[in-house]
């Protein structure tokens, strides 16, 4: 993956949007919105749903978009902000009504949208297909946080046809939200997100459907590990239907790959319930696999990966301690790259996962016991 380059006179960089124009005004199109005011953009909303435009104007989103469209005319940019099948429909009303000079949307399926635009004939000089990696459980505008793309992957997939004013405009909104720009084909990202994405999802939902109908006597023994397999399940079925059907084959693929190691797992246990010993190899080298695929995932930021070590800290469930937990940290001069928490409700305290470079374990865990922290490493 690298960041695009559009071409351009030398030195210049993307081109932050001045104005722009944001169709659907759910968490994505709402938080895109939020995080282009806050670099000063002139933002103006439009939804099919006129409730949902208003609740996010209201909440600092922009303001409401004129019938007659943009006043003073186009914005640089228009947000597609829809489920993939209504993209290509929407970017050509869009572009009939010359909201804006550029146009990307946000769907997280890249191949149909743009099939849909090349059908009905829409401008593809003006039209950057994008998919910005990031979300959460919660929709609708009043979950919608303008810091929700920091750090956080942006796809971008120029087309041939694009001009340089469009790929740098593009370009600009995703770094004006606080993404990192990314360049693939539209085949490559429905690949890849079919494997990052909407596969774990299935197999979340799969897992949480085995709580449905489980004694509460058992949930009540849930920890934290059920809770990382199973929360992304939580995200709302008729958004997810409308994804899976846009990339049915690609995700159909990797659960089907996911199935047959499962299906052979279960065979595996079986035989060690019956008796046969021998079967342990084949968990072991599944968990083995397992272990190594979560080594490649990227470190912090997207970036590469990279070696911190971690420092349990045992912490009280009480306002303020996460802060003193840091200003120790700070105090020695230790940056904690990443943070975990386990803590199950009702608990006194909860044990904090502190990741650092491993030079820095030993001062930290030091820092940390001498503030009376309980430490282990």
């Not at 895109?32 to 609740?55: K, M, N, Q, T």
């Not at 246990?269 to 080298?285: R, S």
């Not at 200003?327 to 650092?356: F, K, R």
Request: glycine share 12%; proline share 8%; hydrophobic share 45%.
């Amino acid at each position: 993956m690298t960041v695009p380059a559009p071409a351009g006179s030398p030195g210049t960089g993307p081109a932050q949007p001045v104005s722009a124009v944001v169709v659907g005004t759910g968490l994505i199109g709402t938080s895109i919105a939020l995080a282009l005011r806050d670099r000063g953009v002139s933002v103006w909303l439009a939804d099919r749903d006129p409730a949902a435009s208003r609740l996010a104007a209201d909440l600092g989103a922009g303001q409401l978009l004129p019938a007659d469209g943009v006043p003073g005319g186009p914005a640089d940019v228009a947000v597609l902000a829809m489920p993939p099948a209504a993209v290509a429909s929407e970017l050509q009303a869009a572009q009939s009504r010359r909201l804006a000079r550029c146009y990307t949307d946000v769907a997280s399926v890249k191949e149909l949208p743009l099939a849909g635009a090349r059908a009905l004939r829409c401008d593809l000089t003006s039209y950057v297909p994008g998919h910005p990696l990031s979300g959460r459980e919660r929709s609708g505008p009043a979950a919608a946080k303008a810091d929700l793309f920091v750090g956080r992957p942006w796809v971008l997939c120029p087309q041939p046809e694009n001009d340089d004013r469009t790929l740098l405009l593009v370009t600009g909104l995703a770094r004006a939200c606080g993404a990192v720009p990314v360049s693939a084909t539209t085949a490559e990202h429905d690949q890849w997100v079919a494997l990052v994405s909407h596969a774990p999802h299935v197999v979340a939902a799969a897992m949480a459907a085995r709580l449905e109908l489980a004694p509460a006597s058992a949930l009540a023994l849930a920890g934290q590990g059920l809770r990382d397999v199973t929360r992304i399940a939580a995200s709302g079925a008729e958004m997810w239907l409308q994804i899976l059907t846009a990339n049915a084959g690609p995700a159909g693929a990797v659960l089907r790959a996911v199935a047959t190691d499962l299906a052979g797992a279960a065979d595996a246990l079986d035989c060690l319930a019956a008796g046969g010993e021998q079967a342990a190899q084949h968990i072991a080298g599944l968990l083995e696999r397992g272990s190594a695929g979560v080594g490649r995932l990227p470190g912090k930021h997207g970036g590469p990966a990279r070696g911190f070590a971690p420092v349990q800290v045992v912490i009280p469930d009480q306002p303020g301690e996460l802060a003193r937990l840091f200003q120790v940290a700070g105090a020695a001069g230790i940056n904690i790259e990443d943070i975990t928490i386990e803590h199950s409700p009702g608990l006194p305290v909860g044990v904090a996962e502190l990741w650092v470079r491993p030079e820095g374990v030993t001062a930290l865990s030091e820092a940390l016991a001498a503030s009376g922290w309980p430490v282990r490493r």
